[in-house]
């Protein structure tokens, strides 16, 4: 049982309520068996037309560090501050923009709500690593604050 799962029984959150969750987080099951899935590459590629062609906007969001020439170690890759910061949570795989159109219910006024997509290889499922807990905590933030989070694993 995963460290979501046993937070989830300590605090009396239903099965139904913790699926409910990981529906909207796009966390799934394992979609096919181990090995026989499609890389994380081919699903990034999908996950990036399919989202084009629903006029959304995605961009790859590389994240790592390195040093220059000079020895300086040079950090990149959205909101990779410091290793600190990465260890609690690491910005997903594609960021991006999904258009909405503002209607007279909205309160305010939004043109793009800030998209986050944190991609995986088509036979994954969340086993709560200390990777993906980092992952998961950076689509928490985006949703708490408005924008559309969720893992992808090719289950369109």
Request: one cysteine or more; glycine letters at 12%.
């Amino acid at each position: 049982m995963n460290a979501l799962n046993q937070w989830a029984q300590r605090h009396g959150v239903s099965q139904q309520a913790m699926q409910d969750l990981y529906a909207t987080m796009g966390i799934t099951e394992t979609l096919t068996p181990a090995g026989t899935g499609f890389s994380e590459a081919v699903v990034q590629q999908r996950v990036r037309i399919i989202e084009s062609r629903k006029g959304n906007r995605l961009w790859r969001n590389n994240n790592g560090a390195c040093e220059d020439i000079t020895g300086r170690q040079i950090r990149y890759g959205l909101g990779n501050d410091s290793s600190q910061i990465n260890k609690v949570f690491k910005s997903s795989d594609l960021i991006g923009i999904t258009p909405h159109v503002v209607v007279p219910a909205d309160v305010g006024l939004r043109l793009g709500i800030f998209t986050s997509i944190e991609v995986k290889r088509e036979d994954w499922s969340y086993k709560g690593t200390e990777r993906e807990t980092a992952q998961f905590n950076w689509l928490k933030l985006v949703l708490s604050l408005g924008g559309i989070g969720r893992f992808s694993s090719g289950g369109w």
